[in-house]
């Protein structure tokens, strides 16, 4: 498929983040990795805008981060909270409104 622009998923990054963290903890470069492989290459996003939004994702609460040693390497690993698991269902929601809308103008 064709890549994705960065600031075309600009608005749905949270929503995207969130989903590939359902499935269970990932620390930040793994979430790129999901984020690339569940969406058939087409998303490649830089480190520069999914460290942010994981930062702001556990500041709102919707992530729980804790440091761990992978491979002598520190890392950052993220879990989905309950109020995190929430804000998903109300962005897939959301996303599901969004989508039907544009639909119809696009035809």
């Known amino acids: 498929s064709l890549p994705v622009k960065p600031d ?21 470069y793994a979430v790129i990795e999901a984020l690339h492989a569940r969406s058939g290459g087409a998303l490649d996003l830089p480190t520069g805008t999914v460290y942010p939004a994981l930062r702001r994702l556990e500041r709102a609460g919707w ?11 520190e890392r950052r690993t993220y879990t ?18 969004f989508r ?8």
Do not use: I
């Open 8 to 28: 075309a998923v600009r608005g749905h990054l949270d929503g995207l983040v969130l989903a590939v963290l359902e499935s269970g903890p990932r620390h930040g």
């Open 63 to 73: 992530l729980s981060g804790a440091w761990s040693t992978v491979g002598g390497r």
């Open 80 to 97: 989905l909270t309950r109020a995190g698991r929430h804000a998903l269902a109300l962005q897939r929601t959301q996303w599901s409104e």
């Open 100 to 107: 039907f809308v544009v639909d119809a103008v696009l035809g």
